[in-house]
């Protein structure tokens, strides 16, 4: 059976994003894992440089090693930098299967969107004392869970795309 062209110009958003994402830049659950593992080790990593990070004290934060303001926007300290390059190991971990790979954009998403949720509440923004969670950090955990959501979540995965092979509209291996 022919399928027609997908045209993404007369697509909905949702299914715009998904048509680029895959066959433009060829993204799947595997390679996501391994792109957020990077960018989560480099900004762990990065919090701990001078000049990426200014110093800067956070107000109602119990631990203030490594205090500072990362690029100058967001907020961090050492457990935030641990936190960070934890959730990178665990990317590049989980970007050897499918299935850790698809379980790791759930969690990103799970959490992260949980920190956005406690970054808005005055009470919880600095996750009671240990990691600062305010500011700009709010709509980049925002963004961040709902990226991985779509992958955990809304896109279906099939064992074809532990290749990167898929039909983007069934998700049926190409041949």
Request: hydrophobic share 50%; proline share 5%.
């Amino acid at each position: 059976m022919h399928r027609p062209a997908f045209r993404p110009e007369r697509a909905v958003p949702l299914e715009a994003l998904h048509y680029y994402l895959l066959r433009r830049l060829a993204v799947n659950i595997k390679t996501f894992a391994r792109i957020f593992g990077i960018v989560f080790l480099i900004v762990g990593i990065g919090g701990f440089i001078p000049g990426i990070t200014q110093p800067h004290d956070h107000p109602g934060l119990a631990v203030e090693a490594g205090s500072g303001m990362e690029l100058g926007l967001f907020p961090v300290n050492v457990l935030h930098n641990i936190v960070h390059i934890a959730f990178g190991i665990w990317g590049l971990i989980a970007a050897r299967t499918v299935g850790a790979a698809r379980g790791y954009a759930k969690a990103v998403a799970i959490v992260y969107a949980l920190l956005t949720v406690l970054g808005l509440i005055p009470a919880t923004n600095t996750t009671f004392g240990l990691v600062p969670i305010y500011g700009h950090d709010i709509w980049l955990h925002a963004l961040l869970a709902a990226v991985a959501g779509y992958f955990g979540f809304a896109r279906k995965w099939t064992d074809a795309d532990d290749t990167g092979r898929s039909d983007v509209h069934t998700g049926h291996a190409t041949r």
